[in-house]
């Protein structure tokens, strides 16, 4: 729990509240000197510990070129692939081998987070040794059979059927909805064990499963038809943490109830306890920040608020804006805008 509340204040602190500095005030931290005149280097690193063709490495290759038109002197930033041990033998590369000159960066995702919070033997990065630079969104949905016979996620109460949950494992991107199930007290006998996400859906359609989820663009593409014809109900989104970590409706599907709506209206309570503080923690590091670039946390401070700077000057670039909704589906990037 300990590692859970020092990741999330670290990625709110960091990157929710660094939009609201203007950017006069983080420009004047940059130190006087050689150092001002920006990064002498014509290369910077980023590394992707996955391997190529990936949603991460596709997120990296995407934010690598608007990036660098925002540092001085505009460096390219080449992305370079380390995969294994599903992200942590690149990320425990990063930290113990590249340069803390400020010239490497990482691309992290929940697979990479996830493993962190769990204090997993084989990590050897940490969190507090990084500044996180730049964060991207995504959403889930949690829906079900129709053969169900409820309407939305407020009827849960009321299923009679056994539920069947067809997932991949319980250390990746299916604990956060896992843990939603502990805490919403469905009983949902989980099957893992699939391949992906595609392959999990698939068990949904053929009936091997009622109860499933989703991520954004997958939902929309191959779920929400599937709602206009009658064979399948959303029942809740699994939201997004705010600024002030509490859970909200994720902006992509407004008109879905949250985990905490759908408990007030099964319990009559707000939920609290473990299990609640838990499943936040796991939200905010598997899908409000899904993804993340960071820079060494001891590098020079002038190029930590050179990349600071830049970031924030990316997030307010109108061409970055359009040409970002298809990879980071439409979702507002961190650090925000006030």
């Known amino acids: 729990m300990r590692k859970m509340y ?9 990157l929710f509240l660094a939009g609201c500095q203007p950017l006069s005030i983080v420009s004047s931290n940059v130190t006087s000197g050689k150092e001002e005149q920006g990064y002498n280097e014509a290369q910077l690193t980023m590394v992707v510990p996955y391997g190529s ?3 991460t490495d596709v997120f990296a290759r995407f934010m690598a070129k608007p990036l660098s038109n925002h540092i001085r002197n505009q460096p390219s930033i080449q992305v370079e692939n380390v995969p294994g041990g599903g992200s942590i033998t690149g990320t425990n590369e990063y ?13 992290t995702s929940a697979s990479t987070h996830i493993p962190y919070l769990l ?20 959403g889930g949905v949690v829906y079900g059979s129709a053969d169900l016979n409820i309407k939305d996620g407020f009827d849960l109460g009321q299923v009679k059927e056994k ?10 991107l299916d604990l956060t909805t896992l843990l939603s199930f502990e805490v919403l007290e469905i009983d949902a006998k989980a099957v893992l064990g699939y391949e992906g996400r595609g392959p999990a859906r ?10 499933d989820f989703q991520t954004t663009t997958s939902y929309k593409q191959n779920i929400e038809p599937k709602v206009e014809n009658g064979k399948a109900v959303p029942l809740y989104s699994l939201g997004q943490i705010d600024e002030n970590g509490e859970v909200v409706r994720d902006p992509q599907f407004p008109d879905l109830p ?8 099964l319990h009559g309570v707000e939920p609290k306890g473990q299990a609640w503080e838990t499943y936040k923690h796991f939200l905010n590091a598997t899908y409000t920040l899904q993804k993340v670039i960071w820079v060494h946390k001891s590098a020079p401070e002038s190029k930590k608020e050179e990349l600071k700077k830049a970031a924030n000057e990316l997030i307010k670039d109108e061409q970055f804006q359009q040409e970002s909704s298809l990879i980071l589906e439409d979702y507002e990037i961190y650090p925000k805008q006030n």
Not at 6 to 14: E, G, H, K, P, S
Not at 163 to 172: N, R, W
């Open 6 to 14: 020092a990741l999330t204040l670290l990625l709110i602190l960091n």
């Open 53 to 55: 063709g990936g949603g």
């Open 95 to 107: 930290v113990n081998s590249y340069d803390k000159d400020g010239t490497n960066l990482v691309a």
């Open 119 to 138: 204090d997993q033997s084989s990590v050897q990065y940490s969190f507090d040794e990084l500044t996180p630079l730049v964060g991207a969104p995504t």
């Open 163 to 172: 539920l069947f949950y067809a997932g991949m494992s319980p250390t990746g």
């Open 202 to 211: 698939v068990a949904f359609e053929q009936g091997e499963s009622n109860i």
């Open 258 to 265: 949250t985990v905490k709506e759908i408990y007030k209206e």
